[in-house]
C-alpha cells in the first residue's frame, strides 16, 4: 500500500517537473545540488519515500502546491477509522500530524484539513465514508 502511494506520488512529481520543462539534471543545478537526479528519479518511480520536509520543498521548487501534488481522492466524505489504528500506524500519524504542524508553522493548532484526511487514509487504508457505518 504504501509502495503504491510512493508511486503515485511519483508520477505526479514527474509531471510537474516536466510541466516545467526540467530534467532530472536540471532539477539539480537549479537546487545547487540539494535534491540528486538520481534521488529525484527514485522518488519518480516510487523506489524512494520522500519526507515530507523534502515533498514540501520540492513543490516550492516546481511553484506547484503540494496538495496538487497529493496522489488523493476528491471525496469530501473521507473519514478517518481511528478506532482500526493501533500499533506503528497509530505512531505514524501523530508523526504526520506533527510533521504537517511544523510545515504549517503553526504548532499546537490541532486543524486536520481533509487534504491531510485524505493522504493519511490512502497511507493506512483505514478509510470508510460516513455511509458504510
Not at 514527474?14 to 529525484?40: M, N, P, Q
Not at 504526520?96 to 493522504?119: C, F, H, N, W
Amino acid at each position: 500500500m504504501v509502495e503504491d502511494f510512493n508511486y503515485a506520488l511519483g508520477q505526479r512529481l514527474r509531471a510537474a517537473r516536466r510541466h516545467r520543462g526540467w530534467s532530472l539534471g536540471d532539477v539539480e543545478t537549479h537546487t545547487d545540488g540539494e535534491f540528486k537526479a538520481s534521488v529525484v528519479g527514485a522518488y519518480e518511480r516510487g523506489e524512494r519515500a520522500i519526507s515530507v520536509q523534502r515533498f514540501a520543498r520540492l513543490s516550492d521548487i516546481y511553484g506547484t502546491p503540494a496538495s496538487e501534488l497529493l496522489p488523493i481522492p476528491a471525496d469530501s466524505d473521507l473519514v478517518i477509522d481511528l478506532d482500526a489504528l493501533s500499533g506503528d500506524d497509530g505512531n505514524l500519524v501523530d508523526r504526520y500530524l506533527a510533521a504537517i504542524q511544523m510545515m504549517r508553522k503553526t504548532p499546537g493548532v490541532d486543524e486536520v484539513r481533509e487534504s491531510d484526511r485524505a493522504v493519511i487514509s490512502s497511507l493506512l487504508r483505514t478509510v470508510r465514508t460516513p455511509h458504510s457505518g
